[in-house]
């Protein structure tokens, strides 16, 4: 019997995003600095992150230029981080991350609820940019290079 010829994991850019942001404390410090929270002592207490932990997510974060850490004490150097445009992007993944942890997990009672400057209660929803219908599994389709194919 011949040994099954192994499978590649598909190409895939939720895979590498994952790489970089799929572990819990990244996105915690990535949503602490999306609502204004820069100085490290502030992230920890509110995400509950341990020091080390919170300090290897953020570098990494910074080596992929997502944060930013800049200067504001000497001595002793302190810093704030700050999200660049690749991590505002991300917070906006993060919005509708919440917004389904809401209507799934919290059905009813979301432990809390924003404000869009409209006044109204914030539902965020992805849609295309070109013609803005809704960009839900159904309505698009992968095409050119790594395009899935049904068979197999």
Known sequence: MSKPKPVAPRVCSIADALE????????????????????FDRIVRNTGASRDILTARLRKLEAAGVVRRELYHERPPRYEYRLTPAGQELGDVLL???????????????????????????????????????????????SGRGALTSAG
Do not use: F, I, K
Not at 29 to 35: F, G, M, N, Y
């Open 96 to 142: 509708t991350l919440m917004t389904w942890g809401d209507r799934y997990l919290n059905p009813g009672d979301p432990p809390l609820v924003w404000q869009h400057s409209c006044g109204r209660a914030l539902d965020p929803v992805v849609v295309c940019v070109h013609c803005g219908e809704s960009a839900r599994a159904g309505a698009h389709s992968p």
């Open 20 to 39: 970089l942001v799929g572990e819990r404390w990244t996105l915690l410090a990535v949503r602490e600095l999306s609502h204004g929270v820069r100085r």
